[in-house]
């Protein structure tokens, strides 16, 4: 579905980031209890009736960086989490997708963009969350781009019109600043790393950013 | 726990790598249905008595490539799917973890082995089984390896000695070739990939492995 705006309600609960309450077995309907597996070392939602065991992992959160000559297009959230805010179109990846493929519908159904996917760009684990977030460097086709339903505006920016302090998401704004930064030498890497605690953001900007480096 | 020696039953149901049956909310215990949730576009299991909404989402399965020399580590397989072929240290990212960190557990876990952990060398997307692999370069510390619960034995392999048809999971084989494709040429990518259907398959080699394609 729609990108980050549904980080709060999708691979979720519907009403936030959490999963929901892991209280009965899905299989069977009985009522589950924590316990660590035989052969395991952690502590698993189990099954005592049926025997099924419950394990909750990591999601992935995947969308692009559509260029258009020197600009970057950012849709404006139509919702919360930071509704009002600008992000990349990204969402959860679905099962059966592959991760392009995630990227490339996400984009699709955000900003309603066409795009080229280039090559994976950034990849940040966000481990408070139990998320990994995977942005594509893209291009544009086209500029029949518009609004998806859970974005109020799109709009190109240049480096120096990106609005910093009203980004979305932390790991939105540090693929941005990745970016620009390897724009300027000329050589696009691949980002790997990990956001933590608020002590270890990297920047004025980025301490300013509200409220984002939790998106739950 | 043990890497891809859990594929079969972590992140997963308890014999198989499929999910539990959904058939029960995990917060209230009433029946679940199939329905599109408001503003999404594909069918949910949904709970009618307290609004749950339980999403299934891709796993990722994350470990490493420990070099020593010029050899590499592998794990012979003590546990199916794929008993006794070879595979490198991984499994499945906990919830809490970094994609980095993950990976530095599953080499304890499996091998018992000290790493430092390089660059991420492979992210392969297996969308058949709601799964992507990620394996990172690696240097072994020490020699003081050891199998793990799940490993029967471990070895380092020079490039010639490889065991390219009791190679556990075709993952595992495709990073490996590129590794040593790279090797070569004296430069290390990062490498981004699907594993679709058999008729993708890469080479004879590839084509051989047993079963492998399909993990589950």
């Known amino acids: 579905m729609r990108g980050m705006a549904s980080m709060a309600n999708r691979g979720c609960g519907k009403l936030g980031a959490m999963n929901p309450a892991m209280n009965f077995c899905s299989a069977c309907g009985a009522a589950v209890s ?43 959230r139509a919702i919360e989490p930071a509704f009002g805010k600008w992000t990349l179109p990204a969402g959860f990846m679905e099962n059966g997708e592959a991760v392009a493929t995630a990227a490339l519908r996400e984009t699709a159904e955000e900003a309603l963009a066409r795009i080229e996917l280039g090559a994976m760009f950034s990849l940040i684990s966000v481990p408070h969350i139990d998320q990994v977030h995977v ?81 739950s």
């Open 135 to 215: 942005i594509y460097r893209a291009r544009l086709l086209d500029l029949d781009f518009a609004a998806g339903a859970e974005t109020l505006e799109l709009r190109l920016f240049g480096e120096h019109e990106i609005p910093w302090d009203e980004i979305a998401f932390r790991t939105v704004y540090r693929t941005l600043r990745h970016y620009f930064a390897d724009r300027r030498t000329g050589r696009f890497g691949f980002h790997e790393e990990v956001i933590g605690t608020p002590d270890t953001f990297q920047d004025e900007a980025d301490k300013r950013l509200p409220g984002t480096w939790l998106l």
């Open 34 to 76: 924590l316990h660590i597996p035989a052969g395991d070392s952690r502590p698993r939602h189990v099954c005592l009736a049926c025997g099924a065991i419950h394990y909750l992992n990591p999601r992935l959160v995947v969308g692009s960086l559509p260029e258009w000559d020197e600009k970057i297009l950012l849709c404006r």
